[in-house]
C-alpha cells in the first residue's frame, strides 16, 4: 500500500474504534458526523404486528376473510377495508386455535405457526395439498385464494 492509503486506513480505524468506545475523542474532531435526531425504535415483532400481510389475496378477497370472520363469532370488530392486519389475524388465529390447527399465540403475528396452522386447515378443507412448512409459498396462497372465495358462502 502507499502511505497514503495506510494513513487512510489508520484514521479509519480509529475512527471505528473511537465509535465503538462510544465517541470520536481518539478519532478527531473532523470525522465525527452531525448529530442524527433520535429515531423511534421498533423490533421486528412490533413492526410486523402492524403490517398489512394478506397472503396474496386482493382486497375484494381480504374482505371475503373479513366478512367471515366477524359473521363467524371470532372476535373480529375491525373494518371490512380488505387489509388483513394484526385484528384480522388474531381473528384468524382463533379460528385455527378452536379447531385445532394452531398452538401458538393469539397476537396477530403472521409467523411460522400462523402460516402451519392455515395450511393444516386448507389442507383439511382440501384446498391444499402441500407440506407443512410454515412457509407462505405459492401453493399456500393459491389455497388461501380457495379460502377466500369459499368464505363468501359460509
Known amino acids: 500500500?502507499?502511505?497514503?492509503?495506510?494513513?487512510?486506513?489508520?484514521?479509519t480505524a480509529a475512527a471505528l474504534a473511537g465509535l465503538a468506545a462510544g465517541g470520536l475523542a481518539e478519532a478527531g474532531s473532523a470525522l465525527a458526523a452531525p448529530a442524527a435526531p433520535a429515531a423511534t425504535?421498533?423490533?421486528?415483532?412490533?413492526?410486523?404486528?402492524?403490517?398489512v400481510n394478506n397472503l396474496g389475496l386482493s382486497a375484494a378477497e381480504a374482505k371475503d376473510v373479513q366478512r367471515w370472520l366477524k359473521r363467524g363469532g371470532w372476535g373480529y370488530q375491525g373494518a371490512i377495508d380488505g387489509q388483513l392486519g394484526p385484528a384480522s389475524w388474531k381473528a384468524l388465529q382463533r379460528f385455527l386455535r378452536y379447531n385445532k390447527y394452531y398452538s401458538g399465540p393469539v397476537d396477530g403475528i403472521v409467523g411460522t405457526g400462523t402460516v402451519k396452522g392455515i395450511q393444516h386447515a386448507l389442507k383439511a378443507l382440501h384446498f391444499y395439498s402441500g407440506a407443512i412448512d410454515g412457509i407462505a409459498g405459492p401453493k399456500t396462497r393459491a389455497g388461501f385464494k380457495k379460502l377466500a372465495h369459499a368464505a363468501r358462502s359460509w
Open 1 to 11: 500500500m502507499r502511505p497514503n492509503a495506510v494513513t487512510r486506513a489508520l484514521v
Open 41 to 51: 425504535t421498533v423490533n421486528s415483532q412490533q413492526a410486523a404486528a402492524r403490517a
